[in-house]
């Protein structure tokens, strides 16, 4: 079975500041998906960025990019510009391979908590 | 589109009541799941279908009853609530093809005394 694991419950970061959120995952699939999902306080679950594992290069969405380790199974999230409105919950996500029952799926961290301070 | 919709927002129940969590696509995606989310455990997988009259269990199905009849609609069905299933309840569809992405619906908040 699938599992991710994000190490940091809680961070803060101040305003136009750079911050990385850990997480890891195991799986023994060679093709999978990850994603990076976002819960502010009114609880909607908000797509931030996605990464395909069977390409090499780190996926980017404006200001939130990753490192996908493959080999070492780690898949941070980096937001650079740190702004009020990043302050959320951050849960780091695992699905696998398409048309498989994994794929059905996803497999979540149990999250960060990320506040963004002035 | 009106997207992945829940209702009710919030629920409260007494031991022993049973209720249906509504769940409703306007997107005609295949796959459809329920989720629930307690403090400290992030999101874990109740049930979920893979189109209108398949569907399997999850993570924590114990407590809970499911069935698709409709590509639109996979109800959550509480049979007899328990303290322990207290939790917010996430529904979420995707489509079989493209960027596989899951979209969520707004959430129900349930709490059973």
């Known amino acids: 079975a699938q599992t991710v694991t994000q190490s940091q419950p809680e961070m803060s970061v101040q305003e136009a500041e750079t911050v990385t959120l850990s997480c890891t995952y195991d799986t023994s699939e060679n093709n999978y998906y990850l994603f990076w999902y976002k819960q502010p306080p009114s609880r909607q679950m908000i797509l931030v960025i996605r990464?395909?594992?069977?390409?090499?290069q780190n996926a980017t969405e404006n200001r939130f990019s990753v490192n996908f380790q493959k080999a070492a199974k780690s898949f941070s999230l980096k937001i650079s510009d740190s702004q009020l409105g990043d302050t959320a919950m951050y849960f780091c996500?695992?699905?696998?391979?398409?048309?498989?029952?994994?794929?059905?799926?996803?497999?979540f961290g149990t999250g960060t908590r990320l506040q963004v301070t002035l | 589109n009106a997207g992945v919709t829940q209702t009710p927002k919030f629920q409260v129940l007494k031991t022993g009541q049973s209720m249906t969590l509504q769940c409703a696509q306007d997107m005609n995606h295949e796959y459809m799941s329920w989720y629930r989310q307690d403090p400290g455990m992030g999101l874990r997988l109740i049930h979920y279908?893979?189109?209108?009259?398949?569907?399997d269990q999850g993570e924590v199905p114990n407590g809970y009853n499911v069935s698709r009849s409709t590509t639109e609609d996979f109800p959550l069905r509480l049979l007899s609530a328990a303290p322990s299933q207290t939790s917010v309840y996430f529904c979420?569809?995707?489509?079989?093809?493209?960027?596989?992405?899951?979209?969520f619906g707004p959430g129900t908040r349930l709490t059973v005394t």
């Open positions: 990464q395909e594992a069977y390409k090499q």
């Open positions: 996500a695992f699905m696998g391979p398409a048309r498989t029952g994994t794929a059905s799926k996803l497999t």
């Open positions: 279908s893979v189109g209108a009259g398949i569907t």
């Open positions: 979420a569809s995707r489509s079989s093809t493209g960027t596989y992405e899951q979209y």
